[in-house]
């Protein structure tokens, strides 16, 4: 019976977006989820969606139709040469297979499960998925969820509130061979701390060597340096080295499409002469999964999508929204170190300028986190994780202020 349910924890992010709802205090100031916020603290949907939107009214031929199972076609081959590149010798060989998916999280989802089912590693022992330490803590939940046994990386340094790269390569390079490693495309969750070009040859080099398999999830292409090509590097480096592997890649950063779920999974072949066999009956497996989970993906942030990455025009003013976006994130990185370091806040600041997308994680301890929201209703995750993008030039001297206070203790 039902009575031997237990109580399931609330969900800590969600929790704390609730908290902040709740708190009537005029000077309170969300830094919790990643979602966008421009300088009056308010969601921006951005122009290119608004115009999106209003031909997608105009259309008199737009019904209410399932889309099919794998998604809207016009939005899967877009989003396949947004992250592959258009002229991607992947796409140009057949071996890469997407479908729609309920954004970043049903991306990681589908993947997982479809790993769990059908991964076949040179060693059973390597039938393990890899992520960082920290990582984004749904990542956990989603691994955990289809029963793929979890290990985890080293990452973030915390001396250097940097990579730590030696870390992260030793126990990569110790996993079994053929591990599966979950590896952020940009803008790292919960850190901002990204490897450098450099790096990423050097881990490609290694995993390749070890036969390991990258997966790929990519929440902030263009969202974090204002380039949508400079955000994909590191997953096209990996693609060009011939890698079997997969991304999940979400709009809802990017496109401001939080609610819609747009997002898509792919999955790449090695190249061989058989490659595009391979990819297609990964496909068929996926499709099949995909049908029993969802039946068939939501159409409508697909749509707004599609519209946008097959227009010339709406795509050059995306682009323009994205550099807005990462502008004035950049700018508050800017603010904030520069207030802290006039402060003389005990510590050292630069983290926060090199640090890069949505987050900045700051090096706050739990304690410090908890009287930020006791004495300053400020809120953010107990990791000492900020959302950059909670920031304005209405709140940034509060926060500073209140930041500088309890560093100091
Ligand atoms: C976050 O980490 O705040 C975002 O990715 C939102 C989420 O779903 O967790």
Known sequence: SADVVPQAAEDPLFGLMA???????????????????????KPWVLPVVKAAEEQLRKDPNLNHEYLPIAGLADFTSASQKLILGKSSQAIAENRAFSIQAVSGTGSLHLGALFLARFYNPPAPDAKTIYVSTPTWANHNQIFTNVKLPMKSYPYFSKETKGLDFEGMSSTIESAPEGSIIVLHACAHNPTGVDPTNDQWQQLAQLMKRKSHFPFFDCAYQGFASGSLATDAWAINHFVEQGFEMMIAQSYAKNFGLYGERAGCFHFIAAPASDASDVAA???SQLTLLQRSEISNPPAYGARVAALILNDEKLFAQWEEDLRTMSGRIKDMRKALRSKLEEKKTPGTWNHITDQIGMFSFTGMSEQQVARLREEFHVYMTKNGRISMAGLNTHNIDYFADSMNNVVRG
């Not at 908290?19 to 603290?41: M, P």
Request: proline share 0%; aromatic share 8%; net charge neutral.
């Open 281 to 283: 009956r990964v496909g």
């Open 19 to 41: 908290a902040y709802k709740k708190d009537d205090d005029s000077k309170k100031v969300d830094l919790g989820i990643g979602a966008y916020r421009d300088d009056n603290a």
